[in-house]
């Protein structure tokens, strides 16, 4: 299936076949394959926490408006942020590690570490929940489309009291909430929804 199909034909399912067992690995590669997805300065901030234990996933229900998915998926993953990316030795690291596999020389790695430094440096918070959501979503949206191409269906939630789903899931305090995942096979087609003309959400030189 090719993409343009994969988009043409995904759907949010809300209603999953709570007897389908979808396997770790399979999860696992899919994510490893959405860690490629563009992040700002390569600091790779985007953390998934796999929720396979029933006990956790009922807290999470409470914690999520009650939304069936999170009980009846195969798979429910928890998209985070994490605000240590930010952080120097973060920075340095994955710079040195690209430089020691031969990926640029010197001169480029310090370039590349130090603007990353500066960028970071000072910035607000909101600043870097608006960078922690972005790469987040990038993430998120790749998973699903590689999720989608593997047969399975997929929704993603942010109607959830962020606060008790923290502390449900004993999730520390230097992350950040991007939105849940939820994975598996539908037991209903989601139903199709519409989107507006092209015409009207793109602009060419001026916004009007």
Known sequence: MTLKNIILSRKSVRHYNPNVIIARKEILDAIELASKSPNGNNIQSTRYLLIEDKALRTKVRAAANNQEQVETSSYLIFVLGDYRAFETANIRAIQDEAFEKGYFNQEIKSLLTDAAIVYYQGMSHQGYVKELVRDGSLAAMSLVLLLNEKGYQTITMSG??????????DIPEHYEDIMLLSVGKGAEDGHATVRHPVEEITFVNAIE
């Open 160 to 169: 959830y009291d962020k606060t008790a789903l923290f502390e449900a899931l």
